[in-house]
């Protein structure tokens, strides 16, 4: 297949993936879109869920595989669209539309170079493409549900938008919900343990206290207080404040390490995490594929935001056409270009990298 022939098929594909609404836990109509492709092309394909996923035609269990994911499911369009989220329309090389950047750009570019090797023979890995369900809510039916029923993953280049530089590490993420408790009381009486007046006290602490380990791809663990709830009526002080906080945690820190130091440190009465399964992702900097696009031109860094690398054990890579700042924003758009390049570049990495 030519490669100006993959890319313009893999383009039409994203048009039809923003026209069809995939919205976490609703992705039924994608996945079929993802099934349409492996037929047309007469590939060997499996579906799980809303997942959809393959291995190369000579895949060698004898060999090392890698796995090339991105989600095909999208947020919600936010309040200040101007076009129909689900149009597909280019104007002036960019392609707008919900999903277009994050990820339908990488979805489709992994897909055409997963096809572009399928029937390769002489690769160093094995092949595994999964286009999974549910990432933008971390649920349990999107990658977590699929690793046990595909071939052992040994490294995976996860597409996000990422310019196509290397994100070698990736920030883990734990949601905290605290309690600050007083003595419930009517406002017009004494009360020298009001819950409110505790957790201003509470609040100033999380604003300046500070994780000494920083990272040197990822800079500090960044900690915010993102929701705070409390009281029912103008006349009576609560007797407990409910905060969130949210971690971006570095990898300096595992994720239970965390959880440990705020139970210890903070001045709140209860403290628990959500969950501690988001950790840090990282692949070290000598792994094939880090020298091979670095021998590419591609710049290393680490990234601040969470994708399905969280829920893999396996070294991983983030790398995709697109730009992050465009993620969830209204009026969302990928460059043409950038996906054609995308797919370009991914396959020169796999050549440089595994042959």
């Given at each position: 297949m030519m490669l100006e022939e993959l890319q313009r098929d893999a383009l039409a594909l994203l048009k039809n993936l923003i026209k069809t609404q995939s919205f976490s836990k609703e992705e039924d109509k994608t996945a079929e879109l993802l099934e349409e492709w492996f037929r047309t092309k007469e590939m060997t394909f499996y579906r799980h869920l809303n997942n959809v996923?393959?291995?190369?035609?000579?895949?060698?269990?004898?060999?090392?595989?890698?796995?090339?994911?991105?989600h095909h499911d999208t947020v919600k369009p936010n309040s200040a669209y101007t076009r129909d989220p689900f149009e597909a329309k280019i104007e002036n090389g960019k392609l707008?539309?919900?999903?277009?950047?994050?990820?339908?750009?990488?979805?489709?570019?992994?897909?055409?170079?997963?096809?572009?090797?399928?029937?390769?023979?002489?690769?160093?890995?094995?092949?595994?493409?999964?286009?999974?369900?549910?990432?933008?809510i971390n649920g349990k039916n999107g990658i977590s549900c699929m690793l046990p029923k595909m071939p052992k993953v040994d490294v995976a280049i996860v597409g996000e938008p990422t310019l196509m530089q290397l994100a070698i590490v990736e920030k883990g993420l734990v949601v905290f919900d605290a309690k600050v408790k007083g003595t419930p009381s009517h406002a017009a009486h004494p009360n020298d343990n009001n819950s409110i007046y505790k957790t201003a006290e509470a609040l100033k602490w999380f604003q300046e206290f500070d994780f000494p380990k920083e990272s040197e791809a990822l800079g500090k663990v960044k900690l915010t207080v993102t929701q705070i709830n409390a009281g029912s009526q103008h006349n009576v002080v609560p007797g407990h404040v409910d905060l969130v906080?949210?971690?971006?945690?570095?990898?300096?820190?595992?994720?239970?390490?965390?959880?440990?130091?705020?139970?210890?440190?903070?001045?709140?009465?209860?403290?628990?995490?959500?969950?501690?399964?988001?950790?840090?992702?990282?692949?070290?900097?000598k792994h094939e594929l880090v020298k091979a696009g670095i021998a590419l031109g591609m710049e290393t860094y680490g990234s601040p935001t969470l994708s399905d690398q969280a829920m893999l054990s396996c070294p991983s890579l983030k790398l995709g056409p697109g730009d992050s700042t465009r993620s969830h924003s209204a009026d969302e758009f990928i460059y043409v270009k950038e996906i054609e390049e995308g797919i370009e570049k991914y396959i020169k990495l796999l050549d440089k990298a595994f042959r």
């Open positions: 996923w393959a291995t190369n035609k000579y895949f060698d269990p004898t060999k090392p595989s890698l796995l090339l994911n991105s707008y539309g919900l999903g277009s950047n994050d990820a339908g750009g990488c979805l489709v570019s992994l897909l055409a170079t997963f096809t572009w090797f399928y029937e390769a023979k002489d690769l160093e890995y094995n092949l595994i493409f999964a286009g999974t369900a549910e990432e933008e906080i949210d971690v971006r945690v570095n990898d300096a820190y595992s994720n239970a390490e965390i959880e440990q130091i705020l139970q210890e440190k903070a001045p709140v009465d209860e403290i628990f995490a959500r969950s501690l399964r988001l950790n840090s992702s990282s692949i070290p900097k």
